[in-house]
């Protein structure tokens, strides 16, 4: 079918943020007594839901989570921000050479993706078209978001493509209903080939080529 809209994820789709936040978060972890490895933990967590998360390691390691732990992890990781967030190699000039309408829908929460959006530079391409799953109270890989999403932007789920980089959210794509093409950056692509993506490709170049070539 047509690709009539275009719905990105944030986080490892359109800025580099991942291995910031989950430093973040194993540094938080390990004061509370429960120690990740980095490399794991950015493998656990990609694109998941931070809630789950926690109750994972809090089971794992018999180690409550006190009440404060997230809005502590969120201070530092928002510090840590400000030494920089870099838009993903070729967004920026994607994102200037589509001709439909696209928007971005992440697990994270509203204020995170307008920080790192406005650091990276990507944010007036998207100011209005940001959707939060805290906002509809369902994460990936739960459908809700992207399905809500469509209807906003007054779309059949099957002309929309969603771009991701995790497995929780290809499968919220797929769930959906929609196409979905997954971004492998170095290393990654053997893995998210085994997500049932449509198509997996490692560079925003080459998006633009993709959008003229049926599946």
């Not at 490399?39 to 656990?44: C, M, S, V």
């Not at 530079?121 to 100011?127: A, I, N, R, T």
């Not at 809700?144 to 099957?158: C, F, S, T």
Request: hydrophobic share 40%.
């Amino acid at each position: 079918m047509k690709i009539e809209g275009i719905i990105f994820d944030c986080d490892g789709v359109l800025v580099e943020t991942e291995p910031i936040a989950i430093k973040v978060l194993v540094e938080c972890l390990d004061d509370i007594g429960i120690k990740v490895d980095f490399e794991k933990a950015l493998d656990e967590c990609r694109g998941g839901n931070l809630n789950d998360h926690l109750l994972r390691y809090s089971t794992q390691h018999g180690v409550d989570v006190p009440d404060n732990f997230i809005a502590n992890f969120r201070e530092r990781m928002y510090i840590r921000f400000e030494d920089g967030i870099k838009a993903v190699p070729g967004v920026h000039d994607l994102v200037k050479q589509l001709n439909i309408p696209y928007c971005v829908a992440s697990n994270g929460p509203m204020k995170k993706m307008e920080i790192t959006l406005k650091m990276s530079g990507l944010l007036p391409y998207f100011e209005g078209e940001i959707y939060s799953a805290y906002d509809v109270g369902a994460w990936k890989p739960d459908p809700k978001i992207y399905l809500i999403v469509a209807e906003k932007m007054k779309l059949n789920p099957k002309s929309c493509l969603v771009i991701e980089d995790s497995a929780p959210g290809i499968q919220a794509g797929l769930e959906a209903g929609m196409q979905v093409w997954a971004y492998a950056e170095e290393g990654r692509r053997e893995e998210l080939e085994r997500t049932g993506a449509h198509r997996v490709f490692e560079s925003m170049s080459e998006v633009t080529h993709l959008l003229h070539d049926p599946i």
